[in-house]
């Protein structure tokens, strides 16, 4: 079955730490794109690429870092610049023109 | 700037009713609009996806409309079920030339059995 996988499912962060969230796509799609979710907020775009080996910063791509060198897989580095970075992060991907997205199932990212 | 709102935040209806959940954009120069649900801490199911150039799409009991001249949307459930229970998202397209979505809070839908 075609689909979105992201990994881990819960991540947890020490101070100071990077981490990196997975998304892996398999429906041949060419655009991607990473949301950050809080509680009360709408999703919030961090970052997307629209083709391989070329990605535009997002609303809030700052203490985010990412990378697109393959069509299938695009992911996220949360640095240690991100202040507040506890959140659920959904990653989704679109086939070329207005056709609409599918999603991952999400990765909570706690800081301990 | 395209905004997105949904109004209201959170609703509660008894099994069987029919219901619309409502969601309002700025720029009505959209490519088009999506409805998700969301149950608790999972991904965004896609429900209906309705172009620029069509009015309404359904699927099952849902039924979504866009007037874009008014800058509205709306997604009807018939004969809700307790099943139905999510929080709902609509997005649409920003106006910038690409395909980006912009996305509304959404509404929490309980449905009490």
């Known amino acids: 079955d075609g689909g979105i996988t992201q990994s881990p499912k819960y991540l947890f962060r020490k101070e100071g730490q990077n981490v990196t969230l997975s998304c892996e796509q398999n429906l041949n799609h060419d655009a991607m794109y990473w949301y950050r979710q809080d509680p009360g907020q709408g999703l919030r775009l961090i970052y997307y690429?629209?083709?391989?080996?070329?990605?535009q910063k997002g609303d809030i791509a700052e203490g985010y870092s990412v990378s697109r060198e393959k069509k299938e897989s695009f992911p996220l580095t949360v640095t240690s610049a991100q202040k507040n970075p506890t959140a659920f992060y959904l990653c989704?991907?679109?086939?070329?023109?207005?056709?609409?997205?599918?999603f991952g199932s999400g990765t909570r990212l706690t800081v301990v | 700037k395209q905004e997105v709102t949904q109004i209201p935040a959170a609703l509660s209806v008894p099994e069987g009713e029919n219901l619309v959940l409502n969601c309002s954009f700025t720029?009505?120069?959209?490519?088009?609009l999506q409805w998700f649900r969301q149950d608790p801490g999972k991904g965004l199911t896609s429900l209906l996806l309705i172009q620029s150039s069509q009015r309404e799409q359904t699927s099952g009991r849902l039924n979504a409309s866009l007037d874009k001249s008014s800058g509205r949307s709306t997604l009807y459930i018939a004969a809700s079920q307790p099943g139905d229970s999510a929080t709902y998202l609509c997005?649409?397209?920003?106006?910038?030339?690409?395909?980006?979505?912009?996305f509304g809070t959404g509404t929490r839908l309980k449905v009490l059995a």
């Open positions: 989704a991907s679109s086939p070329p023109g207005p056709y609409g997205y599918t």
């Open positions: 720029d009505s120069a959209i490519y088009n």
């Open positions: 690429s629209q083709i391989v080996n070329d990605f």
């Open positions: 997005a649409a397209t920003d106006t910038s030339g690409t395909y980006k979505y912009i």
